[in-house]
T-cell receptor, first 114, second 110 residues
Framework: GQNIDQPTEMTATEGAIVQINCTYQ??????LFWYQQHAGEAPTFLSY????GLEEKGRFSSFLSRSKGYSYLLLKELQMKDSASYLC???????????????FGKGTKLSVIP | EAQVTQNPRYLITVTGKKLTVTCSQN?????MSWYRQDPGLGLRQIYY???????DKGDVPEGYKVSRKEKRNFPLILESPSPNQTSLYFC?????????FGPGTRLTVT
């Protein structure tokens, strides 16, 4: 099975930078995803990491260290609209050949304040 | 427009009354899945399908059935709904690198 941990809630100020951490334990790691989910809406894809290092996409960056089972999502120049839950999800191959499964963490609720 | 659609978006029903939530995608994806989302528990996978006529249980399959007779459709069936199945349900389809979610179905079982 998998164990994915991320903080339950975070608060940050508009215009600032915030880092949301995610740690995981899995035996057949095959990629890590970050999703944004506004209240009552569907999750939307933010980033994908499969190799170690930093992936940058505009104001959002995601980092992965496979040896440490660790990722973070970095949000710069925070805006009020960034208030949402951020979901870390790990893909692994634990259910047989050809079957990649995506397991989600419980999400981090980010509140951006003026 | 590439999308995943679900119907109904909202449903209130009574215990034991069979219901089906439909899911359809227009991206020709082979892989589809169903999740439920509950406060404090996050997104949990109910069932998934790797292709037509190939389905398998996820983490919380009890009380649910699925079928995959066509590539684009993946309905979720609750034969005898119970109050503990009150939840927000998401259908999703994916490529190896990105998962697309439907808009969600909020189900209440009284």
């Amino acid at each position: 099975g998998q164990n994915i941990d991320q903080p339950t809630e975070m608060t940050a100020t508009e215009g600032a930078i915030v880092q949301i951490n995610c740690t995981y334990q899995t035996s057949g790691f095959n990629g890590l995803f970050w999703y944004q989910q506004h209240a009552g809406e569907a999750p939307t894809f933010l980033s994908y990491n499969v190799l170690d290092g930093l992936e940058e996409k505009g104001r959002f960056s995601s980092f992965l260290s496979r040896s440490k089972g660790y990722s973070y999502l970095l949000l710069k120049e925070l805006q009020m609209k960034d208030s949402a839950s951020y979901l870390c999800a790990v893909r692994d191959r634990t259910r047989g050949a050809g079957s990649y499964q995506l397991t989600f963490g419980k999400g981090t609720k980010l509140s951006v304040i003026p | 427009e590439a999308q995943v659609t679900q119907n109904p978006r909202y449903l209130i029903t009574v215990t034991g009354k069979k219901l089906t939530v439909t899911c359809s995608q227009n991206m020709n994806h082979e892989y589809m899945s169903w999740y439920r989302q509950d406060p404090g528990l996050g997104l949990r996978q109910i069932y998934y399908s790797m292709n037509v006529e190939v389905t398998d249980k996820g983490d919380v399959p009890e009380g649910y059935k699925v079928s995959r007779k066509e590539k684009r459709n993946f309905p979720l069936i609750l034969e005898s709904p119970s109050p503990n199945q009150t939840s927000l349900y998401f259908c999703a389809s994916r490529t190896p690198y990105e998962q697309y979610f439907g808009p969600g179905t909020r189900l209440t079982v009284t």
